[in-house]
């Protein structure tokens, strides 16, 4: 079965600074890895995806990712922080013989001016 | 436009009516969703539509039921609410991997 972790539940980052945002994923095959936003009285938009190939994706608004097997991550990234990207950041995963996507249970993101 | 719209986006309820909330989407999607989300729960999946009369039970049905009669609309019943139904519900639509959500339905049963 497979199963996402997101340890973090909030994370302080100041205007500026870089952020990494921690996903874990647990599956007995290579799975695809998501990430999404959540900002506040929205839905969740989907920021960035990952099949295949370089392990590094590019999303929108400056967010990448980097896939890694051998530690089973998938760690969101942002070189430079901006008070407009506090929301709630969902990982989820799913495979290609069953799309139905698995949620980690978010990290909200809090920017410090 | 790819759109999931949700109605209605906020609603009180006392115990024990029922309610009815109404997801739409504009893209075709064969397959839908309803999700509740609670705080430091992250989303948990109520339902899911494969088309039109082919749902499935998620994870915590219990409590709701759904309908599927068009591919365009999937409705999410609660009959007789309760209090733990309190929540902010969203419904999204699929095309393979790729979601798309609705801005959600803040219920709140009283």
């Known amino acids: 079965a497979q199963s996402v972790t997101q340890p973090d539940a909030r994370v302080t980052v100041s205007e500026g600074a870089s952020l990494q945002l921690r996903c874990k994923y647990s599956s007995s095959v290579t799975p695809y890895l998501f990430w999404y936003v959540q900002y506040p009285r929205q839905g969740l938009q989907l920021l960035l995806k990952y099949y295949s190939g370089d392990p590094v994706v590019q999303g929108v608004n400056g967010f990448e990712a980097e896939f890694s097997k051998s530690n089973s991550s998938f760690h969101l990234r942002k070189a430079s922080v901006h008070w407009s990207d506090s929301a709630v950041y969902f990982c989820?995963?799913?495979?290609?013989?069953?799309?139905?996507?698995?949620w980690g249970s978010g990290t909200k993101l809090i920017i410090k001016p | 436009d790819m759109k999931v719209t949700q109605m209605p986006r906020y609603l009180i309820k006392r115990m024990g009516e029922n309610v009815l909330l109404e997801c739409g989407q504009d893209m075709s999607h064969e397959t839908m969703y309803w999700y509740r989300q609670d705080p430091g729960l992250g989303l948990q999946l109520i339902y899911i539509s494969y088309d039109v009369d082919s749902n499935s039970e998620g994870d915590i049905p219990k409590g709701y039921r759904v309908s599927r009669k068009k591919r365009e609309h999937f409705s999410l019943i609660l009959d007789s609410a309760k209090t733990n139904q309190t929540s902010v519900y969203f419904c999204?639509?699929?095309?393979?991997?790729?979601?798309?959500f609705g801005k959600g339905t803040r219920l709140t049963v009283v």
């Open positions: 999204a639509s699929s095309l393979v991997t790729e979601v798309f």
């Open positions: 989820a995963v799913s495979t290609h013989s069953n799309y139905q996507l698995i």
